[in-house]
């Protein structure tokens, strides 16, 4: 009986929340799920280290980029100083609501043996080489076209707590974002998924909160940071890490664009997920990540490109429930005003019902 209570009440908050939304005049809903992908275009082959990408020998002597130089990347790297640039920073009232289905994630669970690499700009977790690939964890759904594999996850943070994260939410910015990066599976691979454009990757961005004690989920990683102090160090995790772990507990509510890699060559190839629930983790655990040494042996901290023109892009929302519905005051004598109620309402129904349905069985 508790669970039903429970889901009545979400429902409800839902309903209200909606309703709320109703009488302002922000963006309207976008009835149409399939939201439209820029247009194709050709990309040369990145080397951004943070995203797992292997330097090819013409690409060593390519120019060298710190996060300290960011603003001047564009100078030595076009490509960013693009359109649809990345981070950005998410105004939620001005997002488009959308009804993206859930996000279904496969070999998301424990996995054995993961690499830690400190590459001079960032701390990535690696899935072994010697990984089976039909274990390979993917993700489908949530409004992308296709299977995206997963290829790694990396850190951005700050000096302090005020501060680290790439995107930002109001302005607001975080002291932590995890990425978990994925490349498009009907490009074969990786690398050449970073040539293609402009859905060769897929990135979902987990924003971190102070929470009171350690994260129990980032212990895995955080109890060996001490070991890839230096650029170039790596070591073996002994604990097994769950990806689901690295994710919010909630996580069907999430903001999405179209945007870029977040380092030089900064490729416009990236369908962005940022999630508007956060992961927890500890004032200890941060400061341990302060420890580690940039390539250049200073403090890795402030490794974080500042948010970008949205130059007109549209950014997109959905809420928990899945079930959207026009922020556009609604009249009763309007046929469709009408007929978007009465399918928003079935949508809040439908919900409560399955949400009924998986907790009791």
């Not at 909606?18 to 976008?30: D, N, R, V, Y």
């Amino acid at each position: 009986m508790h669970r039903w209570n429970v889901i009545f009440s979400l429902t409800v908050v839902s309903v209200v929340v909606q309703f709320w939304g109703l009488t302002t005049s922000s963006p309207q809903t976008a009835h149409h799920v399939k939201s439209k992908l820029p247009s194709q275009k050709s990309f040369g082959f990145g080397y951004y280290e943070n995203w797992n990408y292997v330097k090819t020998e013409k690409e060593q002597h390519k120019p060298h980029w710190t996060h300290k130089d960011h603003l001047n990347w564009p100078k030595k790297f076009p490509t960013c100083g693009g359109k649809r640039q990345s981070p950005i920073d998410i105004h939620p009232k001005e997002t488009v609501l959308s009804a993206f289905p859930n996000f279904v994630f496969h070999n998301y669970g424990l996995i054995n043996n993961m690499e830690l690499v400190n590459n001079g700009h960032s701390v990535t977790a690696n899935l072994p080489a010697d990984y089976p690939k039909h274990k390979t964890p993917h993700i489908t759904g949530g409004g992308l076209n296709g299977t995206y594999n997963f290829a790694q996850f990396h850190m951005h943070w700050g000096i302090d707590s005020t501060l680290g994260s790439e995107h930002r939410i109001k302005s607001k910015s975080y002291p932590l974002e995890f990425h978990l990066v994925h490349w498009n599976s009907k490009y074969g691979s990786m690398a050449e998924a970073s040539k293609k454009g402009p859905d060769g990757l897929a990135v979902l961005a987990v924003l971190a909160e102070v929470g009171l004690g350690d994260s129990k989920e980032f212990m895995p990683i955080s109890d060996q940071l001490g070991e890839v102090i230096r650029n170039g160090d790596e070591t073996v995790l002994r604990k097994p890490i769950s990806l689901m772990d690295m994710l919010p507990k909630q996580k069907s509510s999430y903001f999405r664009y179209f945007g870029s890699v977040t380092t030089p060559t900064c490729n416009e190839i990236v369908t962005w997920t940022v999630f508007d629930n956060f992961f927890e983790i500890s004032e200890k655990q941060l400061a341990k990540l302060r420890t580690l040494k940039d390539e250049v042996g200073e403090r890795m901290v402030n490794n974080f490109r500042t948010p970008q023109p949205l130059n007109e892009r549209t950014v997109f929302y959905r809420s928990f429930t899945g079930c959207e519905m026009s922020r556009r005051l609604i009249s009763l004598s309007d046929a469709n005003s009408v007929a978007d109620v009465f399918k928003w309402t079935k949508c809040l129904m439908s919900y409560a019902f399955n949400s009924i349905f998986s907790s009791t069985f």
